[in-house]
């Protein structure tokens, strides 16, 4: 467990700060995308159009992120590509890339809420940070000693929490040093999430047991031992931070009341593994990403709204902006498709 010391380092980053206007990164060459025409702007989210597929990667999709100002996609490559690619969702046009982030497969990316910091992590074991204003490397933390599989930042930019198979590590996002190691060898740590408060992480492992922990001390609150009968592969909280929604290898959704730890709702459909899960900013809809396509559910009453056919394989990742308009997947097929929802 985490020093008296560490947390107290961990507690004097707490507070807030003040979040600043993305700057935009200087076109480069066009990607070469495939456009879809918006016919109408009267979409639905039973009829979302695919207006974007941008074809650059060579390996699965693994991991996608929105800029605070929904402008820019950020996609991570798989499959040894170790590749960063941007996109401008309001052009279709790739605006940077990152050819050597990692050694392997980059497991997930988070972009810090004042837009100017990405953090990636992969299987090589590293969490790279990157200055949004150049695309230029600032800083590697390397104390994990196996596959780094998980990102969060708390919502004030402060703190940055890694999940990997060997434990969970907390870092000083603004000082760009460790902070504190919040658990070892704790099972195999596969996914993470921070509370919209930034007061809880929780966290889902390979045998589908999830854990919720208080951020300010470093105490265990709460264990649901048997969660999912899988590999917990993605978990989330809604905006109102009263739920917690959890994915598994199981082929179920589940809805968690963090007040009780209690299921609330689950959701079936999907026929094979869930690989990733979002929930939109307006609380109303999830998207789940697995072999069978992207579903959109509606969170209020538990009805599948719609499934979305755009890749034709296993689709691995899923995102939405943060103004809740666009919908992101990224699949084994190496695509990402943009979508246009109305809501």
């Known amino acids: 467990m985490t020093s008296a ?3 107290v380092m961990l507690m004097s980053v707490a507070g807030t700060v003040a979040i600043t206007p993305l700057i935009r990164i200087p076109s480069a060459i066009p990607a070469e995308v495939q456009v879809a025409p918006v016919a109408q702007p009267t979409t639905s989210v039973a009829n979302p159009q695919l207006i974007y597929t941008f074809i650059e990667h060579s390996g ?4 996608l992120a929105f800029t605070p100002d929904s402008r820019t996609l950020i996609s991570g490559g798989s ?5 960063i690619r941007l996109w401008d969702t309001t052009t279709g046009k790739r605006v940077g890339i990152i050819r050597r982030a990692h050694k392997t497969a980059i497991e997930s990316i988070v972009i810090s809420p004042d837009g100017q910091t990405l953090a990636s992590c992969s299987d090589d074991n590293t969490i790279n940070l990157w200055n949004l204003k150049n695309n230029k490397f600032t800083r590697s933390f390397v104390a994990h000693t196996s596959n780094v599989l998980s990102l969060a930042v708390t919502p004030n930019g402060k703190v940055l929490v890694s999940g990997a198979l060997d434990g969970i590590r907390m870092w000083d996002l603004l000082q760009q040093r460790p902070l504190a190691t919040l658990t070892r060898f704790n099972n195999l740590i ?3 999430a921070i509370s919209p408060d930034g007061q809880t992480l929780a966290s889902g492992d390979n045998i589908g047991v999830i854990k919720l922990w208080d951020l300010s001390t ?3 609150i709460r264990t649901i031992p048997a969660a999912h009968s899988n590999t917990v592969t993605k978990i989330a909280f809604t905006p109102d931070g009263k739920t917690l929604v959890s994915a598994s290898r199981d082929r179920t959704i589940k809805l968690w009341n963090l007040s009780t730890g209690e299921s609330v709702r ?4 999907h026929n094979n593994w869930i690989n990733d899960i979002a929930i939109n900013p307006n609380g109303q809809t999830l998207a789940s990403a697995a072999r069978d396509g992207i579903k959109l559910w509606n969170l209020t009453t538990g009805e599948l709204i719609t499934t979305l056919y755009g890749h034709s394989d296993w689709v691995s990742t899923v995102a939405f ?6 919908l992101a997947s990224g699949g084994f097929d190496t695509r990402v498709n943009v979508w246009l929802l109305g809501l």
């Open 79 to 83: 499959d040894n590509e170790g590749v």
């Open 60 to 63: 699965t999709i693994k991991s």
């Open 266 to 269: 689950t959701l079936t459909g």
């Open 218 to 220: 470093g105490k265990l």
């Open 321 to 326: 902006s943060p103004d809740g308009t666009k």
């Open 5 to 7: 010391k560490n947390f």
């Open 190 to 192: 596969n996914t993470l």
